[in-house]
């Protein structure tokens, strides 16, 4: 729940919570209740009525009266119905000059690093976790502080002192904020190297220095890494001239883990010693190995992943997007080839920022229906989470709203509110119950990703090359050596990260080997050409440099197989060696172009536009529809729509072998029924659709027919809420009984029940 969410009136707050209570919703982000006042129709903002801060006052330093009372009671009511709830804390809020900030009359709502470096903006974010956390609530008669349904506090929103500030070059007021950031570079730099003539030396590589003539860290004149919206990738082997040598990516992202590192123990440290007792994350949007480094203090790990996420700031009902994609037929493998490693999917995103032995939730994820079929993505990502034994998953978002009544029912005038999207309204029960109830197996091998501390101070294009795959097929971990270099741990494979040419997987069960880079270390003084020849001894030549044995896997040149970010050559020889080590089933991993997971449970064909889950207590099928879905045993659907995704859970037992009564939702394409797409539009080098959404909310009804196997059956089709809009006695034919549907009924979602004495 986001911005003016936060804080819904009284009888709002009531009917939300009874609804999330009724949908299977356990946990709640309250997400940026910090936010200023917009002005209309803008949505990322508080209510105008009832903020909870009060910045009529003309600070950000007190709460609204009304604001808070409602935001208590909102709490209140989320906690009778057993909802769980994640407190943001530093997310949009508008500092300004009246909060005592040093340099300039305000600083911007999501300004990324600068309160984690600034020493006054770090006092105001300690202030304002005081206030709200120890509160008492007057409807719980707790402090949120002391209150058993807060689950985690999030220190902040997608920050990070490794990101950079481009965008904001030529921001007036905030060119100090870049200035103290950059004078801290350069006295990390001084206290590491001493002198210019001792930093020109260590960054200087063949004959060329990374330092420019200009720049000297006495005066503070060493300019950062610009990075922007996630941590910038680096090629370790790249030009060693210019802003992006590697040399100056190195030290920046020493200097970014340093400062992240200890704003965040500080905070925590901070919030313990005002009472906070839950497990604490530090950040989310994760996109790098640096970046999750130097996030690692968090008790909780966190990742924000999206699909076809527009451009911001969006323009009324019209969003700018790459694509959009469908879902169902991107393949992970694929989907960085020419597009550069932000591009990926949901899982793919997301698994960047799992750490082994730490808690995983996604705080911020979705499709946001740009494309008219999306309801594969929903469904996929609570798959791969049940896989991969994540621990939560935070849709964005419900709405953005303080009342009940004043969102439109059949229009979708935001993508980023999802309350009547029915791929995710419709299908949620389905996901609930799959996660909830554990409905999809947890994968009992797993893969650990191994990072040295050199490896965090580079990131190659194909950075994001394991995790394309992984999450897919097995269960996947990172691991950050601190000590050393040597892996010790207990996973059924340890990959190297790779970055560089350092780890040490000798004591892995099975390990395997490749180095975007020849060197030990970002600043190339170590290269080690033996290292990899050594890791392939007892191996033998599959193929021209790549090494396969009984314990290792080595590639020598891995730029050769997937240097252009088409990782299905990779991807194959590595499921070559997990099959025969035993790791990955013979008709599991890559088959016939297919990720098929070790549960063999989850099949994704993105070649052929077609995604399904078979369980024995579930099944799903998303995409492009075979000539004859079979569902479960019983149930088999002939479909002529060109899209289509089905769900199935058993009403009257837990097992769908054994079960009579069933709840299936079908739905094809979703959306506006006037969206209009304008394709073919340049920005910042790249090509967009312009998508406007138009008309009135639609959704394409299942047309084909179901046949069940049973004496008699009945199909009763309901409304969203379960109200009955027609039933239906199918036609016996032999063993079977028919239910021959022309898409007419306006509803997706069904009550079977067989009678098969």
């Known amino acids: 729940m986001a911005a003016r969410s936060n804080t819904p009136n009284h009888e709002t707050a009531e009917k939300l919570a009874a609804r999330f209570a009724s949908m299977g919703v356990n946990v709640i982000r309250l997400h940026a209740a910090d936010a200023p006042i917009g002005e209309e129709p803008c949505t990322w903002s508080s209510c105008k009525e009832a903020p909870l801060l009060d910045y009529e006052r003309g600070n950000s330093l007190e709460f609204n009266k009304a604001g808070l009372d409602r935001f208590d009671y909102f709490v209140a009511k989320l906690k009778e119905k057993g909802i769980y709830l994640h407190i943001d804390l530093l997310v949009a809020r508008a500092f300004n000059k009246e909060d005592g900030i040093e340099y300039s009359d305000r600083v911007d709502s999501c300004t990324k690093c600068f309160p984690m470096i600034n020493e006054r903006l770090i006092e105001l974010q300690k202030d304002y976790a005081r206030k709200l956390l120890l509160h008492v609530n007057p409807y719980t008669g707790l402090a949120l502080a002391d209150d058993p349904a807060v689950i985690t506090v999030q220190i902040n929103n997608e920050e990070s002192a490794i990101k950079g500030t481009a965008e904001l070059e030529h921001v007036e007021h905030m060119k100090p904020y870049r200035q103290e950031v950059q004078r801290k570079f350069n006295h990390f730099l001084l206290m590491k190297y001493d002198t210019r003539e001792k930093l020109k030396e260590a960054w200087t590589f063949d004959g060329v220095s990374a330092l420019q003539e200009d720049e000297n860290p006495e005066d503070c004149s060493v300019r950062i890494t610009e990075g922007d919206f996630v941590q910038p990738v680096n090629d370790p082997m790249g030009s060693w001239e210019g802003m992006n040598s590697p040399a100056r990516y190195a030290d920046y992202m020493e200097f970014g883990i340093f400062i992240n590192r200890e704003f965040y123990q500080m905070m925590k440290n901070y919030l313990h010693s005002i009472g906070v007792k839950v497990p604490i994350n530090t950040s989310n949007l994760l996109g790098g190995a640096a970046d999750v480094y130097g996030h690692s203090d968090a008790d909780v790990m966190e990742n924000n992943s999206y699909f076809n996420h527009p451009l911001l700031p969006v323009q009324g009902t019209t969003f700018m997007v790459s694509g959009p994609m469908e879902y169902v037929s991107t393949n992970p493998l694929t989907i960085q080839k020419g597009a550069g490693a932000i591009a990926t999917t949901i899982p793919s995103m997301g698994a960047t920022a799992i750490i082994k032995g730490k808690p995983f939730m996604l705080s911020e994820w979705n499709e946001y229906g740009l494309h008219p079929f999306h309801s594969t993505a929903a469904v996929q990502t609570v798959a791969c989470a ?82 394309t795959m992984l999450p897919y097929i097995t269960g996947m971990r990172n691991v950050f050596l601190d000590g050393g270099e040597r892996y010790t741990g207990d996973a059924d494979a340890a990959i190297n990260a790779g970055f560089l040419n350092g780890a040490d997987l000798s004591e892995a069960k099975k390990g395997v080997y490749y180095a975007w880079s020849p060197y030990r270390d970002a600043m190339r003084r170590y290269p080690d050409k033996n290292r990899l020849t050594f890791a392939a001894r007892d191996t033998k030549e599959i193929q021209p440099g790549i090494h396969l044995g009984e314990k290792t896997l080595v590639f020598d040149k891995i730029e050769k197989i997937a240097g252009d970010g088409d990782y299905r050559e990779f991807a194959e020889i590595l499921d070559q060696a997990f099959k025969k080590w035993g790791i990955v089933p013979k008709d599991a991993g890559l088959v016939d172009g297919k990720m098929i997971s070790v549960t063999k449970e989850m099949i994704f064909d993105p070649d052929n536009s077609r995604f399904s889950l078979n369980t024995d207590y579930c099944s799903f099928f998303s995409g492009s529809p075979e000539k004859n879905i079979r569902l479960t045993e019983k149930i088999n659907a002939e479909v002529n729509n060109s899209r289509i995704s089905i769900s199935v859970l058993p009403m009257d037992t837990d097992k769908l072998a054994d079960a009579k009564e069933f709840i299936l939702t079908a739905m094809g394409e979703t959306g506006m029924d006037e969206t209009e797409m304008q394709t073919g539009i340049e920005l910042m080098g790249y090509e967009f659709t312009a998508v406007t959404m138009k008309g009135k909310l639609f959704a394409d009804t299942l047309e084909g027919t179901i046949s069940v196997k049973g004496k008699k059956a009945t199909l009763e089709i309901l409304s969203p809420v379960g109200e009955v809009i027609r039933i239906m006695d199918g036609e016996k034919i032999g063993e079977s009984v028919l239910f021959h549907l022309d898409g007419m009924v306006p509803g997706i979602m069904y009550h079977l029940s067989i009678n098969e004495a």
Request: net charge negative; glycine share 6%; aromatic share 12%.
């Open 386 to 467: 049940c896989l991969n034994d994540w621990d939560g998953l935070i849709l964005y978002n419900y709405q953005t709203s303080e009342k009940w009544d004043d969102q439109p029912a059949d229009e979708i005038l935001s993508v980023f509110d999802a309350y009547n999207d029915p791929a995710v309204a419709c299908q949620w029960g389905f996901m609930a119950s799959v996660f909830l109830k554990g409905l999809v197996a947890v994968s009992d091998k797993k893969v650990d990703v191994v990072y040295t501390q050199d490896d965090l101070k580079t990131l190659p294009n194909g950075h994001g090359m394991l995790t």
